[in-house]
């Protein structure tokens, strides 16, 4: 099992300040979405990124193989509704803290 960095790339720079209402519902589907691999654990954390170059979210992931990765992207409503592009890139030493659970 190895960690990765799935990035969201939005398809346009300013997009976090201008998403249609459309747009929207489709991102707080994606937010939803992502709520189950963080509750299987593997998700660490996920979150928009405020780049003031463009638009770009990020999650760092654990999975077994490129097939569970595609598959995540496929099942993201921002990837089935065309938001941006998604990639990974593998984390190859991650260290990760044993953070208490949230009171």
Known sequence: MSWYLYRLTAHRPDFAETMSEAE?????EHVDY???PLADGRVLIYSPVADPERSWGLCVVRAESQAELEELRDNDPAHVAGIGTIDWLLLPMPVVADLPAHA
Do not use: D, F, K, L
């Open 34 to 36: 992502w709520r189950g």
């Open 24 to 28: 929207m519902a489709t991102m707080m």
